[in-house]
C-alpha cells in the first residue's frame, strides 16, 4: 500500500479513537446490526480489538480528542451525522437504555472469585464447573459444556487446561451470560474443525431479534460459516486502522482477499489474494518420473491413557501431505515420530526407511525466553539461506522477517514467532519438512501468504511437507494429498495412509457431516450452511467436498 494512501486514510475527519500524540489512530467503526451476526476480518494491529471495546463500552470513543474527550451527547451526533449513522442507533441503546454487553476477549478469561462477598477477576484456584456456574445467567451451563465439550473437564482447574479447553471455557462463559451486546475475539484459536463449527453454532445460538452479536476471527472459513454481514479492516499496523461499512458474507471476504474496496474506490492491497491450486509451478509427467518414492511402515506409539497406529504410506519429492484430524488424535506424535524426537512402539523387524533422510521441524509449541535477537538467530542457524536472493525473495520477505530482525526473540508476538520459526525450519537444507500448525497466531492474510510461501518451497526444491493444520483454506490449498485422522481423542486414534485431496476431504468432511465447496471468484473453500440446499444435494450425492477447477 502506497504512503500517500496511508495519509490520506489518516487524515481523514472520521476518526472514532485516538490513543495519544504518535499513537494508534482508529477511524470508522463497524456497524452491527440486531439479529445478525456481524464478522470482523483485517490484518493484526490495525484496531479490531480496539473497536471490540469501543463497541462493548468499556472505551469511550473520543473522536480523536485525547486531550479534551466529548461528552456522549456529541458523539451520538457525531455518529448520526455521519455515514455510520447505524452508530448512533447502537450507541444510544447502548448508553441511554443500558445495554448489557460480554467479551470473550482474545488472550484473556476473566475467572470470578467471591472475596469478602464480591465477585473480583481471578483467573485461577477455579475448576471449570464453578467458573460455568458463578457466570451462568440463562441456566445454560450444562447444554453448553456439552455442545463445547468440556462435560470431561469440569472438575479441571482451569491452570491446567490445554489452549483448546481454556478457548472453550472463554466461550462458553460469555455465552452463558444473559447479555444484549455478545462480542467474540478470535473464538477459533487452539480449535480443531470440528470445535470451530461448534463454537460457531454455539455463537449463532445467541442471536434474536433485539442482540447483537459480533465477532473477529481470522479462519476465513469459520468466519463464513457464522457470519451474516461483514466488516473489513484496512489500514497501517501500529499507524491507524479503518472498518469498511457492512457487506454481505460473500461479498465481505471477497473484498478482503481482493483487496479493493469498490464502495469506496479505494485499494488497501497491492495485489489479490487467490487461493487457485494452479497458480503453482506444475510439474511435467517426465519430471513426476524422476521423483523418488518413500515409504514409511505401519507403526503405534502409546502412553498411558493414548494409543496412535499410523497404518503404513508412501510419499515422492515434491509433494505435501496435509494431516487432517480432531485435537488429541496425534498429529504431534507423528510429526514427532518422521522427525526422530519420538520413537515409535519397538516392533521386531520393520524397516524406517524415511530415518536416512534429513529433517527440518518447525513444533507446534512456540514459547522462546530467549534473548536473542531475530538477526543473530537466523544468522546463526540459517546463514547460507539468508545469504541466498531467492530464499529471501520467496520466504524471508513475504513473512515480513526484515521488520523482525533487530527484535529479541522473547519479545516477539505469536504471530511474529511463528513467522521466524517457519523461515528457520525452511532454511535448514532437508528432505523431508515437518510443520506443525503454521496458521497459529496468523491473522487472515499472513496465513494465506504463508501457504504460498510454503507451496512455493516445496514445488522449486522438489523436496517433501508433511503439515498439519486445522486452518479449513489452508489445508485445503497445500494439500496435495491428505491423511486423515479417526478415532476417539485422547484415548485411540488411527492415521490413515496418505489419500488424494477430494478423496480424503470426503472422508473428513462426512465424519463431521459437513459439506464443502470452493467460490469460483477466488478458489477459497466454503463450508455449506446446515440445512442449505448445497449442502442437502451433496450430501445425498455422498460428494461431500466438491472442486471444480
Partial sequence: MADQEHKRIASVKDTSFHYGPNSFRLLRLPVPRPGEVLG????????????????????????????????????????????????HCYFYRLIKHKMKTTIKSQNGLCIPEFRQG??????????????????????????????????????????????????????????????????????SSYLDVKQRLKAAHVIRSLLLPNIYVIVVEHDLTVLDYLSDCICCFYGKPGSHGAATLPFSVKEGINIFLDGYVPTEKFRFRGESLTLKVADTPQESAEEIETYATHRYPTMTKSYENFRLKVVEGEFTDSQIIVMLGENGTGKSTFLQMLGRLLMPDPVEGSNFEIHSLEISYKPQKMGSKSEATVKSMLHKLIQSACKDPQFVSNVMKPLLIQKLVNKKLVDLSGGELQRVLLTLCLG???????????SAFLDSELRIVASKVIKNFIRRTKKTAFVAEHDFIMATYLADRLIVYQGVPSINCVANPPQPLVTGMN??????????????????????????????????TGCYYYMDD
Fill in 40 to 87: 470482523i476480518v483485517g490484518r493484526n494491529g490495525i484496531g479490531k480489538t480496539t473497536a471490540i471495546e469501543l463497541l462493548s463500552g468499556s472505551l469511550k470513543p473520543n473522536l480523536g480528542r485525547f486531550h479534551d474527550p466529548p461528552e456522549w451527547k456529541e458523539i451520538f451526533n457525531f455518529f448520526i451525522e455521519s455515514e455510520l449513522h447505524g452508530l
Fill in 118 to 187: 464480591k465477585l473480583v477477576p481471578k483467573a485461577v484456584h477455579w475448576n471449570v464447573g464453578q467458573c460455568l456456574t458463578e457466570v451462568d445467567e440463562r441456566d445454560m451451563k450444562q447444554q453448553l459444556a456439552a455442545d463445547l465439550e468440556l462435560i470431561q473437564v469440569m472438575n479441571s482447574n482451569v491452570e491446567s487446561l490445554s489452549g483448546g479447553e481454556f478457548q472453550r471455557l472463554a466461550i462458553a462463559m460469555a455465552a452463558v451470560k444473559n447479555a444484549d451486546v455478545y462480542l467474540f475475539d478470535e473464538p
Fill in 428 to 438: 535448514k537444507p532437508a528432505d523431508l519438512y515437518l510443520i506443525d500448525e503454521p
Fill in 507 to 540: 472422508i473428513f468432511l462426512s465424519n463431521l457431516d459437513i459439506t464443502g465447496r470452493r467460490d469460483p471468484t477466488n478458489f477459497r473453500p466454503r463450508i455449506n450452511k446446515p440445512e442449505s440446499t448445497l449442502h442437502l444435494e451433496q450430501k445425498s
